[in-house]
């Protein structure tokens, strides 16, 4: 295709702005690194108490050539997606249940809003009574962290769908299980998305909090042992690789949902 | 003629924890076969719930809907509903769009898709087969919708203001759109509108309700030359004379 000058310049323009941004971005993370390795060299805060960018370089390589990080990394990053998948599928099981039967939504919703408003981590002496300690007890916490939100969502989108498209299929005389799989579910795809990614975050909150209570391994065990024993490298290079790691799992879920838009186009 | 459709008289009741409200006092229509009529009356007398009455979505309190001479308890495929809006699935193309009646009914089969394939085919629609509903225009969204309705062979089709979301100008092309397609398909069809000029251009009788509780309050046979399309009904002479025997009744 042949563009005008004009259209030219406007793309240029575009492009530029583009770099612009990424440059910017590149730039605000090598001060911050900076400012901070600077500081921490020059003695005007103690390294010991806010670790620097050199120290945990040096912590990162220490700890992969023992080879140490890979095991915390392997069982948090296990619990975590074993606490997204139960999550997501039973708080879409039980969404689905909800709305096939409204009279049972009605009897549960202020059981929902309850247990919804209620901080999870108050459940945790229960959680290690009942579970035990280990990885039971801590992809429990995940769960009940994520999958009231994750019904309460997915329940208000299928309720959001347009009554006069289910009226469509009712004129064509569809049952409750047609509108639910050719309509409802369909729609709200976007909706189902959105909740995978807030998903993501919240295993990742839910998981870390119940290593603070009970674990002898994982990333939340790391940064609570380097807190007791003032290893400020220690936790700070935990909180970098965690950092990485749900950048890794959003992203994920990001192709996904790229994938399922070009299919729908 | 041999009556088609046949509402007896009809009452609806509402009920709300406000009150209740009759909604259909003592309705009675007859409707031949490939008759096109349309449904007027003030805002609030109850147009759509006859649509839904005959369609089976609604029960009515009291009174019988017979189509041909089988009593309608639920929603058959003797029956089209088409809506103010298209109400197109955005994540289905234009075909499978169409096709959405058939799967429903369990009856898509090679013969019934060739059907709807044919008549996308026929009404200009085979190039956006592929498409999405949000690639097409306005008028072209209520092509499809329409389309959709004829997919499963209806005998009667519920037309419920289907131009009123559109702009005046894709209006009038749909309206011509909308009688044309349903006389080469020879269905019979009953529209509800708020529009005067819509429904004189479109039918071949109009039903005048009163107000709430909505109940026939006249009939007006319409008399125009069967080769008119409804836009050229419009420079008729007669148009007006109609236009304001109407609009005094609805006052």
Known sequence: ?265 | MDKLLCLDSISLTYHTKKGETLALDNLSIDVQKNQFISIVGPSGCGKTTILSIISGLIKPSKGNVTIEEEQVTKPSSKVGYMFQRDNLFEWLTIEKNVLLGLEIMHKKNKETKEYAKALIKKYGLEEFSHSFPSELSGGMRQRTALIRTLATKPEILLLDEPCSALDYQTRLLVQDDIKSIINEEQKTAILVTHDISEAISMSDKIIILSHRPGTVKKIVELDFDKKLTPFERRSEPQFSKYFDMIWRELL
Not at chain 1, 26 to 54: C, H, K, M
Not at chain 1, 72 to 88: D, M, P, R
């Open chain 1, 1 to 265: 295709m042949k563009y005008s000058l004009d259209h030219k310049k406007y793309l240029r323009k575009l492009c530029m702005q583009d770099i612009f941004i990424h440059v910017c971005r590149i730039l605000l993370l090598a001060l911050i690194i900076g400012l901070w390795e600077s500081v921490a060299n020059s003695g005007i805060v103690d390294p010991f108490i806010t670790s620097s960018p050199s120290r945990i370089i040096n912590k990162l390589s220490e700890m992969f050539a023992s080879g140490t990080i890979w095991n915390h990394i392997f069982i948090t990053l296990e619990e975590t997606i074993l606490a997204f998948l139960f999550s997501t599928i039973i708080g879409s099981i039980i969404a689905i249940i909800l709305y096939l039967c409204l009279p049972l939504k009605k009897i549960l919703e202020p059981y929902l809003v309850i247990l919804n408003s209620l901080p999870k981590i108050a459940l945790g002496p229960l959680i290690i009574i009942w579970m035990g300690i280990g990885t039971k007890a801590i992809v429990t916490m995940g769960v009940l962290i994520c999958v009231i939100i994750t019904i309460i969502s997915m329940l208000n989108g299928f309720i959001a769908v347009e009554e006069e498209k289910i009226m469509v299929l009712k004129s064509m005389g569809a049952n409750k299980l047609q509108i639910l799989t050719k309509l409802i579910i369909p729609a709200t795809l976007p909706n189902f998305i959105s909740v995978l990614k807030i998903n993501v975050g919240m295993a990742w909150v839910g998981v870390i909090m119940g290593e603070y209570l009970s674990s002898s391994a994982g990333l939340g065990y790391l940064l609570v042992y380097g807190g007791q024993v003032f290893q400020l490298d220690l936790v700070m290079t935990t909180i970098i690789i965690l950092c990485i790691l749900a950048g890794i799992m959003y992203f994920l879920i990001s192709i996904i949902e790229i994938l399922i838009n070009r299919k729908r186009k």
